[in-house]
């Protein structure tokens, strides 16, 4: 269980004296937290979901992503650096990401699944995709090779 591998991931990082792996894991577990409450709150007393866990998981990295792009262009290299490796840490606890050819073989065999044809077909191809794939799929790529596919 993912919540459980977080928990071991920071003891392991604090006996290590890994002070990147404890700062990020414990922003991980403080949004992790965040997420519980609000779930709560809308009467889901077990907190979010494996899926959703990942889906947040997915989220930080990518505005991490964005970050180290502005970074970059404004010349703070050490703090690109700093993202990059939180970047590292976090994609320890996501599943292993698709490669271009399995996303590509994903895309065509949900095409013929569905049955779509047209580009009024791509948000219920990209529904399917998302439902069978999240956790490992670069939705994005997904996304230019279903439109592209469907053109």
């Known amino acids: 269980m993912l919540r459980n591998s977080l928990s071991e991931a920071l003891k392991q990082a604090v006996r290590s004296k890994d ?7 414990r922003l ?9 409450i609000a779930a709560r709150e809308k009467g889901n007393m077990e907190g979010i979901s494996e899926d959703e866990i990942t889906a947040m998981l997915q989220t930080m990295i990518r505005q991490r992503r964005d970050s180290i792009r502005l970074y970059e262009q404004g010349g703070r290299l050490e703090l690109a650096e700093s993202e990059a490796e939180e970047i590292e840490v976090i994609e320890r ?6 490669t271009r050819e399995e996303i590509a073989a994903a895309v065509d065999a949900t095409l013929q699944d569905l049955g779509a044809h047209g580009l009024k077909d791509v948000g219920r191809v990209m529904a399917a995709l998302r439902e069978r794939y999240a956790a490992r799929m670069d939705l994005t790529e997904a996304s230019k090779r279903v439109k592209a596919s469907l053109t």
């Open 28 to 36: 991980i577990l403080a949004a992790l937290k965040d997420r519980d």
């Open 19 to 25: 002070r990147r792996a404890v700062a990020t894991v």
């Open 93 to 98: 606890f996501l599943p292993e990401r698709m």
